[in-house]
């Protein structure tokens, strides 16, 4: 059983277009979020949500909606898609209180064209 | 804003060799946790260091916790092929006495092992 699950593995798509990852956890945990690496390795936390209720947005443009339906998922719209937004995109899971630990989905390789 | 220097960046030894990655800060963290990375693969958690000064090993890996819980290093021990890939060092924060588990990441080491 796969305990974070995102999809889809790959996304190409052309500038201006309007795309969605989603993601999956059945570890229990209470906190999500959405991290970006960049095509030099950097991982940077872009959201993380607690039980639903989003905590963190790390100044990311507002193209980029998190929605949380349940706190098992955590889907990201991006909007109006541009060239530098391509990266691969990983979810993340954790307990909530006092521990950081995060487990990682596979990753979304991102490339806009 | 809190940074982790990790270094060095890229690191390409032959098999049977011993290894040593940094990761360093001017900030405290609660915690320190040190990820392995494979091509396709997200990050996978090796361990997690809470206390200042706290050494653990993992078979070939020893991580250890600074004193002051602004820097920590991984030593590899005897480095196999099957060592090849991205380590990454994060530092977690509590916030407010609740922690969401934000993450800091270093810009990560890259480790090739030759046989």
């Known amino acids: 059983d796969t305990a974070v699950s995102q999809t889809p593995k790959y996304l190409v798509t052309q500038m201006g277009n309007d795309k969605s990852i989603k993601c999956e956890q059945n570890l229990g945990h209470d906190t999500m979020y959405w991290y970006k690496q960049d095509s030099k390795k950097f991982l940077k936390i872009m959201f993380s949500y607690n039980n639903k209720e989003l905590i963190i947005n790390e100044t990311v443009p507002n193209r980029f909606s998190p929605k949380s339906p349940d706190k098992a998922h955590l889907n990201l719209h991006i909007n109006s898609l541009e060239l530098g937004d391509s990266a691969v995109y990983f979810c993340a899971s954790s307990q909530g209180a006092g521990r950081a630990e995060a487990f990682f989905g596979q990753g979304t390789r991102l490339t806009v064209v | ?115």
């Open chain 2, 1 to 115: 804003t809190q940074l982790l220097e990790q270094s060095p960046q890229f690191l390409s030894i032959q098999e049977g060799e011993n290894l040593t990655v940094y990761c360093n800060s001017s900030s405290v963290f609660s915690s320190l946790q040190w990820y392995r990375q494979e091509p396709g693969e997200g990050p996978v958690l090796l361990v997690t260091v809470v206390t200042g000064g706290e050494v653990k090993k993992l078979k070939r890996l020893t991580f250890q916790f600074g004193d002051a819980r602004k820097d920590s290093s991984l030593h590899i021990t005897a480095a196999q092929p099957g060592d090849t890939g991205l380590y990454l060092c994060a530092g977690g924060l509590n916030a407010g006495g609740t922690s969401y588990g934000k993450l800091t990441f270093g810009q990560g080491t890259i480790l090739t092992v030759h046989p």
